[in-house]
């Protein structure tokens, strides 16, 4: 059985245990014209229940796996990315540069991306831009361009709902995730302090948090904390000299060890973004080794 939520047009079908991943939310706009946004494993697994006709416009957030897993079940649609993305769904190795991981994990992880999420390159793909608008009848909405989590990463704000999808800005306790090489810190922070301004009634995220209609600017806010939470942890680490391996095994990201394959590589381009902040604020220095806070 699928649930899925309706805000007129725009219905939100939720994933297994609200979107975990690898399952996530997909936005499905049945108006005038069909479009499809972030179409989920669910989406594969379940297609024939949700969707009565035939999807005239397919979007993606951003270039990870788990929001692209059902694209290649449409292949003549036009296909949305944002320009800073589209290369990774073009070629699985420009995915996986961008992922940043290492050659162990990258020989590990691409038979999956391929065989579980169903990864297929695609050359044609249709660029977005930020503050474009797009008009499906009676439903419109507007593309935000919030990078940080991905250099391309996008949120779709349905203007009329007021129902904002902010994609992998997934609102969890988990915190905000920056740990691609695409990646930027203080974009993320600037990300998710447009969102916060935006004050939409909606927020609507692609895992977990799932629909959130109460508190949503106190709900950004702890969100957003997350990442300075990080950063304290990091300060306080450093109050003794500490090489990157150590850094990373701190695991200061995921709380503690867990069997992952991109754990290692999610740890240290977080913690790297981290670094190079900290170093610009003159408030870590590097001997050429090891990281030391100042003072």
């Not at 290369?87 to 994990?105: Q, V």
């Not at 991306?113 to 249709?126: D, I, M």
């Not at 009848?137 to 009329?160: D, L």
Request: net charge negative.
């Amino acid at each position: 059985m699928v649930d899925v939520r309706s805000f007129g047009r725009v219905k939100v079908i939720l994933g297994k245990r609200n979107g975990k991943y690898p399952y996530g939310n997909s936005i499905l706009v049945e108006d005038d014209i069909t479009a499809l946004i972030d179409p989920s494993l669910m989406i594969r697994e379940f297609s024939g229940q949700v969707m009565k006709r035939k999807v005239d416009l397919l979007f993606n957030s951003h270039y990870h796996e788990d929001h692209g897993a059902g694209n290649s079940l449409f292949p003549e649609v036009p296909l949305y990315i944002h320009t800073l993305d589209a290369p990774a769904l073009r070629s699985l190795d420009t995915l996986f540069a961008f992922y940043g991981m290492d050659e162990e994990a990258t020989a590990a992880w691409k038979p999956v991306v391929v065989e579980k999420y169903f990864y297929q390159p695609r050359e044609y793909l249709v660029e977005l831009r930020d503050g474009e608008v797009f008009d499906f009848g009676h439903t419109r909405m507007r593309v935000m361009h919030t990078p940080g989590h991905t250099g391309g990463h996008c949120c779709f704000f349905f203007e009329n709902e007021g129902v904002l999808f902010v994609a992998d800005w997934d609102l969890t306790w988990f915190g905000p995730v920056y740990a691609d090489l695409t990646s930027d810190l203080e974009a993320t922070i600037a990300s998710l302090q447009q969102i916060r301004a935006l004050g939409a009634k909606t927020l609507v995220s692609f895992h977990e948090a799932g629909i959130c209609q109460e508190n949503q600017y106190d709900v950004v806010t702890r969100y957003l904390a997350i990442v300075y939470e990080r950063e304290k942890l990091l300060l306080d680490f450093l109050a003794a000299p500490r090489t990157l391996e150590e850094i990373i095994k701190r695991r200061i990201v995921y709380r503690k060890d867990y069997a992952i394959v991109w754990i290692d590589a999610v740890e240290k381009n977080s913690m790297l973004l981290h670094l190079r902040k900290l170093m610009e604020e003159d408030r870590v220095e590097w001997d050429g080794e090891r990281y030391l806070r100042r003072g």
